[in-house]
């Protein structure tokens, strides 16, 4: 079973991360709220470029969500710490089989608590300006659930974030969610063109978003 934190550390964590934010100088705008306003369980899926991500993850993250993690995550320093308390399952992607026993209790998970999951499809960071190609746990886990899949994508972090170069300036993360991916009807046929689907919707959002992003500090919603 997946623990959960409760109200009062989920509002010490975005506490948490609204000041990690801000240290780093960075602003993030997100558009799309209304299509996470959808009632029951679904799968959040986004693109991943570093763990920055959980910045912007937290910013957006619905009630009764948690994530799926690669094991080397939680010792990621101040990000380790917020994913640990945040409930996020962490698990060693060098064992397939511990990966797959998560993901079918998820699946049983959501259904019986009626809870949301999210997860990296591209599987392993990506800062290369595009999405890798997806992986298909996570659309095997909404068509076994029956549950829809909603897009969140996070724009190129290329404009403040320069890893080979180890620099790092201020800048503008742009997360725009997209409208939710229904599966009910769906069958195990159905999830590379389910998977296929939901790449070219992100990586069509990815580019316009990145070409946008401007740089300047604090929050902004729309």
Request: proline letters at 4%.
């Amino acid at each position: 079973m997946i623990d959960f934190a409760a109200d009062l550390e989920h509002l010490i964590i975005r506490f948490m991360v609204r000041h990690v934010k801000y240290l780093l100088g960075l602003r993030i705008e997100v558009s799309g709220w209304e299509h996470l306003q959808t009632e029951g369980p679904y799968v959040v899926i986004s693109n991943h470029q570093s763990s920055l991500d959980v910045l912007g993850l937290m910013e957006v993250l619905p009630d009764r969500c948690t994530t799926i993690a690669k094991k080397e995550l939680v010792y990621a320093g101040t990000v380790g710490l917020i994913c640990w308390l945040g409930g996020i399952v962490f698990i060693n992607r060098k064992k397939t089989s511990d990966a797959k026993s998560v993901m079918a209790d998820a699946a049983k998970t959501m259904l019986d608590e009626q809870i949301r999951l999210w997860v990296f499809p591209e599987g392993t960071r990506n800062q290369k300006g595009d999405l890798l190609p997806f992986k298909k746990g996570a659309f095997h886990l909404a068509v076994q659930a029956q549950v829809p899949i909603i897009p969140v994508v996070f724009s190129s972090y290329n404009n403040f974030y320069l890893r080979k170069e180890k620099q790092f300036r201020s800048g503008t993360i742009k997360l725009k969610i997209l409208p939710k991916i229904e599966t009910k009807g769906m069958t195990a046929d159905d999830v590379s063109s389910l998977s296929d689907k939901s790449y070219s919707l992100m990586r069509s959002a990815f580019l316009e978003i990145s070409d946008s992003v401007t740089q300047s500090n604090g929050p902004s919603r729309h």
